[in-house]
């Protein structure tokens, strides 16, 4: 070992705890932003894989997605990856509070305030750590990037599309306004994208009802479920479980009934889904 006084200073630099806490001041107007803990970036490199910058970095494949709210299959030379120390980095969306980032991280609402040395609610945009989070919420190939990035609510055959069809109880001419995608009752159902839940109960022909607000006039409807695991008022993350998969209400065997509307009007889910 060499006892080169610069690269013991340069180690030792190194040793600093990472998250160092810069203070901005607040906007006129605004909240007060809280401390903004700051991370050490990565320069994708030609070649590079996930799996590949994780193992370096010592940094798990899922943290790395939710910290950079990253598409895996679409990693690119030149783009800088935030690399995320002692858990995954957060960036707060309008809307959520400390204890729906809690919930969605399986993790106490006092680890995220002693983590990131906050004492009122974070501002939207701004980034926290998550320390050790028990469950990753995370898009699998979203879109993310381009217009509303919603993601697969399960992944299963489409067993009756969009559009015009003949009911599949009453045979008669109808119009279906979502999906169903055939799964196995019992089936972990996701956040399509991150949103507030404003229905999670029972809902006529729709039986068990989840129904996720994203802002922007979009909502998501996941229907039939056996089993809903969110509260109205919560806010949800993309790729988050909100319920098991059912056959409940008007359901001729198990699938997962989803819907997208815009402003209110139904829209082909397969339009916006990657
Ligand atoms: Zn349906």
Known sequence: MSENPFLAVALALLLVPLVLVAFLPPAAGGPVLPAVPSWPTYTVQFGDTLG??????????????????????????????????????????????????????????????????????????????????????????????????????????????????????????????????????????????????VTAGWEGGFGLLVVLDHGDGYTTYYGHLSRVLVQVGQFVEIGEVIALSGNTGLSTGPHLHFEVRRDGVAVDPLSLLP
Do not use: M
């Open 52 to 197: 590949g910058i994780a193992r370096a970095t010592g940094v798990p494949v899922e943290y790395l997605i939710a910290s950079n709210d990253l598409d895996p299959s679409r990693l690119r030379p030149g783009q800088q990856l935030l690399i995320p120390t002692g858990g995954v980095v957060h960036t707060v969306k309008a809307g959520q509070t400390l204890a729906d980032i809690a919930r969605s991280y399986g993790v106490s609402e006092s680890a995220l305030r002693l983590a990131n040395n906050l004492s009122g609610e974070p501002a939207p945009g701004s980034r926290i750590l998550v320390p050790a989070p028990v469950v990753v919420p995370q898009a699998t190939a979203a879109a993310l990037g381009r217009g509303p990035a919603f993601a697969w609510p399960v992944r299963g055959e489409i067993s009756s599309p969009f559009g015009s069809r003949i009911h599949p109880i009453y045979r008669v001419p109808s119009f279906h306004a979502g999906i169903d995608l055939a799964v196995p009752e019992g089936t972990r159902v996701c956040a399509a994208a991150p949103g507030r839940v």
